[in-house]
């Protein structure tokens, strides 16, 4: 399948300020120079703690934010290089779906509204038009189109996730940044959304950036998975790969933690408790960024930054320990990962 999302080194620092001046005295690194792509049609999981950079990650890649650094080529185009007016047109291609369904809707707003609005910015459809193709989304989504007048108050919070995706397909994105959409949801009402996601993502041909903490429901969807540990992608491997043998100690600790539903198998299963707390992305550790806290850790880590090294067709890891394992070779710029 083609790349149809192409991320070259993309970093985003927030400066930190101090003082009645605003004086500069320092930054914070929440995205370090990440580079992936994503495949036409798949979802890649992107996983890790909260705080580690998953969310502005999401942001930067559609333009939500000004990245500091890097290129994002969605379908050809680098949106991390356009200016407002290009960006606008651009807009359409790539949407979002938001954590809370809550904060994300406009109270004031009837349903209706709030799926047209992109459609009211974006294109010179007439009001008929529109409802049409409301109702359209409405059906899309699951949600009764007679309720196109109701106020997102009146729905549940699973019913609001709904009205939110149909936002986001209003103009026929190809390319959706999902982050941690069923987070903020009842348990019993995160697999009918998820299932939702899934379904049109098959009709609709959609490629999905899914961002989760959780990694039961990133394995259950994705094709691939990314792990990120304090601002940088420290694995990256199909999703099978990932699960059966992860190679990145971080990735092993938070596989280790994830229940198994057999509880003999979870009985005999060693967790991987890690020590200390994750260092402020404002003052990273020298060398690896994960040295502090990694059981594993070897002299060299704390000196030289590990290369992000495929070892394994499609198997990408940042580690001194696994270049050590095997001759792995270093991944080129232009290498498919
Ligand atoms: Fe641990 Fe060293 Fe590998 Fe970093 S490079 S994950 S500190 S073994
Ligand atoms: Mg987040």
Same mark, same amino acid.
């Given at each position: ?36 792509d994503i495949h036409e049609g798949e979802t890649l999981g992107l996983v ?44 359409? &291609?790539? *949407?979002? @779906? ?6 994300? #809707? !406009? +109270?004031?707003?009837? /349903?209706? =509204? ?15 038009a529109r409802l049409a193709r409301v109702r359209e989304l409405m059906d ?18 699973? &019913?609001? *996730?709904? @009205? ?6 209003? #103009? !026929? +994105?190809?390319?959706? /940044?999902? =982050? ?38 990133v394995r259950h969807l994705a094709t691939r998975v990314a792990v990120m ?109």
């Amino acid at each position: 399948p083609r790349k149809l999302v192409e991320v070259r080194d993309l970093r985003m620092y927030f400066d930190i300020h101090k003082g009645i001046l605003r004086r500069k005295v320092g930054e914070v690194k929440a995205v370090d120079g990440l580079s992936f792509d994503i495949h036409e049609g798949e979802t890649l999981g992107l996983v890790g703690e909260s705080g580690c950079g998953k969310s502005t990650t999401g942001r930067a890649i559609l333009r939500l934010y000004d990245p500091t650094d890097g290129s994002v080529v969605i379908d050809g185009v680098d949106v991390a290089a356009l200016d407002a007016g290009a960006l606008r047109k651009a807009r359409p &291609q790539m *949407q979002m @779906i938001f954590q809370d369904p809550q904060a994300s #809707l !406009n +109270p004031r707003m009837t /349903v209706a =509204d709030i799926i047209s609005e992109p459609l009211r910015e974006h294109t010179d459809m007439d009001a008929k038009a529109r409802l049409a193709r409301v109702r359209e989304l409405m059906d899309a989504v699951g949600l009764n189109r007679r309720y196109a007048d109701r106020y997102p108050h009146e729905f549940s919070g699973g &019913q609001r *996730q709904r @009205i939110g995706i149909a936002r986001a397909l209003a #103009l !026929n +994105p190809k390319f959706i /940044v999902c =982050d941690e959409p069923i987070a903020a949801l009842d348990v019993s009402i995160q697999a009918q959304v998820v299932n939702l996601l899934e379904d049109l993502q098959r009709k609709l041909g959609l490629t999905y950036l899914f961002i989760s903490h959780d990694l039961s429901m990133v394995r259950h969807l994705a094709t691939r998975v990314a792990v990120m540990y304090l601002g940088k992608i420290v694995e990256l491997a199909p999703r099978d790969a990932l699960y059966a043998r992860p190679r990145h100690p971080y990735t092993q600790a938070l596989l280790s933690a994830v229940p198994v539903p057999d509880p003999q198998v979870e009985a005999t299963r060693r967790h991987i408790i890690l020590e200390g707390d994750v260092p402020s992305p404002a003052n990273p550790p020298k060398g690896c960024n994960f040295c502090t806290r990694c059981p594993k850790v070897m002299d060299i880590c704390r000196e030289v930054v590990p290369e992000f090294r495929e070892h394994t067709k499609g198997h990408v890891t940042a580690c001194h320990l696994v270049d050590q394992e095997q001759d792995a070779s270093p991944l080129r710029d232009n290498d498919k990962i």
